[in-house]
């Protein structure tokens, strides 16, 4: 997990975190339910949620349902490159 608190990173940390290898295993439900109970925490008040990966994952239709209606909760929209939250 690695979450950029504005002022409190470098680019430096940025590609650190792109290069690193987290040993395949692509889970994505895990992970977006971290990045939502980080919207949820308040402690940022506008993110974006970047979720990259080189694989293929499928997830339940209760976690599609979940985490549209948790999104929607933050005024957040689906992109084609990802989820962004609105203001």
Known sequence: ??????????????????RHFYRGGTDY?????????TLDSGVLSKADIVFITDGQCRVSSDF???????????RASRHPAGFRKQL
């Open 1 to 18: 997990e690695d979450l950029f608190i504005p002022g409190q990173y470098t680019p430096e940390d940025v590609m650190n975190s792109a």
């Open 29 to 37: 439900e895990a992970p977006l339910r971290k990045a939502v109970s």
């Open 64 to 74: 599609q349902d979940w985490l549209c209606a948790k999104l929607a909760e933050h």
